[in-house]
């Protein structure tokens, strides 16, 4: 039995006290089915922004493009928080790599060095998946918006679960040379991250986050292929523009995607990875 299950009033002792007054209300739940899901639904009920949302497993966890996140009890992070804007649902794309740059960052405060970041928001280490994230978001056109960030990170991920994983991955506790990792404590990192960054973006937009993304870009220079639903196109990844776009420099000059719409991936790189 894991000594460090989840607990409420111990994440909330462990946020910064500015994060603590900007969590409306925290919720820590054993199982759920998704808890980006469960928060889309609270929203749609007028849950206050501000509420945090994690679990001890989930059962129907799910990624980007509609894979599974393969979530078993008590052996990692799956946070999803929720949080109210005035601007239209358009304008929220940007902070998908908001929220890569700062959960990486955040872990790097930690002692995880070495960690870098696949467009838009995968978060990678030696390659391998370490945590990703997944946003959702509901509104009305011309705004209000309530965007729900989902953020799963593999802590302490046993190998036989590890197999249902469609891609090379790994867990901190490989990351930090088998350092033990409080989930209660990351929880409270990673929530406190997501705040600062919740306000700040409200306010300043994407760009003050562009040099923190950039400097964990894992394929910047790199020849890579752009997944669209019908064909693929292959360049040299120059970075991100400041609208978030994904940079490509093609035969027929430089092109540039947004995520959501297309998946990257390193050339030569296997076809599980998305
Ligand atoms: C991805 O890389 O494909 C995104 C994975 C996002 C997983 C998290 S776990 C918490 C939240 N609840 C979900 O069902 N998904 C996100």
Same mark, same amino acid.
């Given at each position: 039995?894991?000594? +460090?299950?989840? %607990?409420?009033?111990?994440?909330?002792?462990?946020?910064? /006290?500015?994060?603590?007054?900007?969590? !409306?209300?925290?919720?820590?739940?054993?199982?759920?089915? /998704?808890?980006?899901?469960?928060? =889309?639904?609270?929203?749609?009920?007028?849950?206050?922004?501000?509420?945090?949302?994690?679990?001890?497993?989930?059962?129907? #966890?799910?990624? @980007?493009?509609?894979?599974?996140?393969?979530?078993?009890?008590?052996?990692?992070?799956?946070?999803?928080?929720?949080?109210?804007?005035?601007?239209?649902?358009?304008?929220?794309?940007?902070?998908?790599?908001?929220?890569?740059?700062?959960?990486?960052?955040?872990?790097?405060?930690? *002692? !995880?060095?070495?960690?870098?970041?696949?467009?838009?928001?995968?978060?990678?280490?030696?390659?391998?998946?370490?945590?990703?994230?997944?946003?959702?978001?509901?509104?009305?056109?011309?705004?209000? /918006?309530?965007?729900?960030?989902?953020? #799963?990170?593999?802590?302490? =991920?046993?190998?036989?679960?590890?197999?249902?994983?469609?891609?090379?991955?790994?867990?901190?506790?490989?990351?930090? #040379?088998?350092?033990?990792?409080? @989930?209660?404590?990351?929880?409270? @990192?990673?929530?406190?991250?997501?705040? %600062?960054?919740?306000?700040?973006?409200?306010?300043? *937009?994407?760009?003050? $986050?562009?040099?923190?993304?950039?400097? $964990?870009?894992?394929?910047?220079?790199?020849?890579?292929?752009?997944?669209?639903?019908?064909?693929?196109? &292959?360049?040299?990844?120059?970075?991100?523009?400041? +609208?978030?776009?994904?940079?490509?420099?093609?035969?027929? #000059?430089? &092109? @540039?995607?947004?995520?959501?719409?297309?998946?990257?991936?390193?050339?030569?790189? *296997?076809?599980?990875?998305?």
């Amino acid at each position: 039995m894991p000594t +460090d299950l989840l %607990d409420a009033q111990r994440i909330l002792a462990a946020l910064s /006290s500015g994060a603590r007054r900007a969590v !409306a209300r925290l919720e820590v739940h054993t199982e759920i089915d /998704s808890t980006n899901r469960y928060l =889309m639904r609270e929203a749609a009920t007028g849950a206050p922004c501000g509420t945090l949302c994690l679990a001890e497993c989930q059962t129907a #966890g799910r990624g @980007r493009f509609g894979r599974p996140w393969i979530s078993p009890y008590g052996a990692n992070l799956y946070l999803s928080m929720l949080w109210r804007f005035k601007a239209p649902p358009a304008v929220l794309g940007g902070f998908s790599l908001v929220a890569g740059a700062v959960v990486a960052d955040a872990l790097r405060r930690i *002692g !995880a060095e070495g960690l870098a970041l696949k467009w838009p928001n995968d978060l990678l280490w030696d390659r391998r998946k370490l945590g990703g994230m997944l946003l959702e978001v509901a509104g009305e056109a011309q705004g209000p /918006s309530a965007l729900v960030v989902g953020i #799963g990170i593999n802590v302490r =991920m046993a190998h036989d679960h590890g197999h249902a994983i469609d891609q090379p991955w790994v867990d901190l506790a490989e990351v930090l #040379g088998g350092l033990r990792v409080d @989930r209660n404590a990351l929880a409270a @990192r990673v929530a406190d991250a997501l705040i %600062d960054a919740f306000e700040r973006f409200d306010c300043e *937009g994407l760009t003050p $986050f562009l040099a923190l993304w950039d400097g $964990f870009d894992a394929f910047r220079g790199e020849q890579a292929r752009i997944l669209l639903a019908d064909r693929e196109i &292959r360049g040299r990844v120059l970075g991100i523009a400041s +609208d978030g776009a994904l940079r490509l420099e093609t035969a027929d #000059g430089e &092109r @540039r995607f947004h995520a959501g719409e297309v998946s990257l991936r390193r050339e030569g790189e *296997g076809v599980g990875e998305r």
